[in-house]
């Protein structure tokens, strides 16, 4: 157990500065007018054990190779603006795809809703037409938007008029539910007695 | 001696992984975006033919001399002259009239796949029809998509003095 806590302590800085050796980066090995920097400075801990101090050698000489011979060294890596054109584009991409996705969701909702809407101020003036004259000022002073209605459209209001003008006696009723933006409340209306024509006089 | 900067085995994976993450993010979105197409075509032709359903039952019951619901189901409208039968059956809603002798006249109305319709009795005299949407969703299992009621011969006691 000792022997292998010194043998530990031994070799892990040597492991250490092979490992980052192997990472150092082949342009770094040299500076200007000078040699190679591992050759100029050696470490103390590679010259602990010869084996580690050849390996590192050796690979220092691989990397010199590469570098001299200038076939291997351009390599056709991505650089930084590169990397950010392209991160740039394809954020662009995604963002646009998926504005369009939460409006055709947002749209299809809408149109559900206003659907719903429709059928609701048909249900009411379907009711209301088919009262006689008293029971109806009586049901419109009472009217209210049905619960299944509440449900779905959030804040639904239903407001009814009672117009009796030039084009003939009616009924306008109008739903109005939270929306986004300031949408105007549907509106539908149904004749009582529409007016008299003069082919009809 | 020009020195040029490359990228380390570490950092050309860590970009590779943020990369391939947003291409699969890109990709997911560029397919819902073309299948919303798609879908919208679909829900389009359903949400007609349900208009269509919800303008022939009402024209039906406003000249219906009775109209009864045996079930969730069937509705079943007594004419003047005939008798309509509407049934449902997963998502679509067949409406036969019988005219005269054995002679039928016969629509269907699909729904979608996912929606289903039901008749029910309302007091004193009205017959609704709702149709639900089936969203799968475990806090909301089924959504209110249509809800129309009809009172049965509107019409007719409106034409009677």
Redesign the interface.
């Known amino acids: 157990m000792m022997r292998v806590k010194q043998a530990a302590i031994h070799y892990l800085p040597v492991a250490v500065k092979l490992i980052s050796l192997s990472?150092l980066?082949v342009?770094?090995l040299?500076r200007?007018g000078e040699g190679p920097v591992f050759f100029q400075t050696p470490s103390p801990e590679l010259s602990l054990n010869p084996a580690a101090t050849r390996e590192g050698e050796k690979l220092a000489a691989t990397n010199l190779t590469n570098c001299c011979t200038g076939a291997k060294s351009r390599?056709g890596?991505?650089?930084m603006p590169d990397?950010i054109v392209?991160?740039v584009l394809?954020?662009t991409?995604?963002t646009t795809?998926?504005t369009?996705?939460a409006r055709?969701?947002r749209l299809?909702i809408d149109?559900?809703h206003a659907?719903?809407a429709v059928?609701?101020l048909?249900?009411q003036m379907?009711?209301l037409?088919?009262l006689d004259d008293d029971a109806r000022d009586e049901a419109i002073s009472n009217l209210k938007p049905?619960t299944?209605?509440i449900?779905?459209l959030h804040g639904a209001s239903l407001v009814c008029q009672s117009i009796d003008d030039a084009l003939g006696k009616r009924i306008e009723l109008r739903l109005n539910w939270n929306r986004t933006g300031k949408a105007k409340p549907m509106r539908l209306t149904g004749w009582i007695s529409p007016p008299m024509t003069d082919s009809a006089q | 001696?020009k020195?040029?900067?490359?990228?380390?085995?570490?950092e050309?994976l860590v970009?590779m992984s943020?990369?391939g993450l947003?291409?699969t993010?890109?990709i997911t979105?560029?397919e819902?975006?073309l299948s919303?197409g798609t879908q919208?075509a679909d829900?389009i032709d359903d949400?007609r033919s349900?208009?269509r359903l919800?303008d022939q039952f009402?024209d039906d019951l406003?000249i219906a001399k009775t109209a009864n619901t045996s079930a969730p189901s069937k509705l079943e409208i007594t004419l003047a002259r005939s008798v309509i039968t509407y049934e449902i059956d997963k998502g679509t809603v067949t409406r036969v009239e019988a005219i005269e002798d054995d002679k039928t006249r016969k629509e269907t109305y699909p729904l979608g796949y996912d929606r289903t319709a039901a008749f029910a009795s309302q007091v004193p005299d009205?017959i609704s029809l709702?149709i639900t949407f089936l969203t799968g969703l475990k806090h909301e299992p089924t959504r209110?998509?249509?809800?129309?009621?009809?009172?049965i011969g509107?019409r007719i006691?409106?034409e009677q003095p």
């Open positions: 990472r980066r342009s770094r040299f200007a390599r890596a991505a650089g990397l392209g991160g394809t954020l991409l995604i795809l998926a369009y996705t055709a969701s299809m149109t559900r659907q719903f059928t609701e048909a249900n379907d009711q037409l088919a049905s299944e209605t449900d779905v | 001696m020195t040029r900067h490359a990228f380390t085995l570490i050309t970009v943020v990369s947003l291409m993010l890109a979105t560029l819902r975006s919303i919208t829900r949400a349900a208009i919800v009402r406003r009205r709702s209110l998509d249509n809800f129309a009621i009809a009172t509107s006691a409106k």
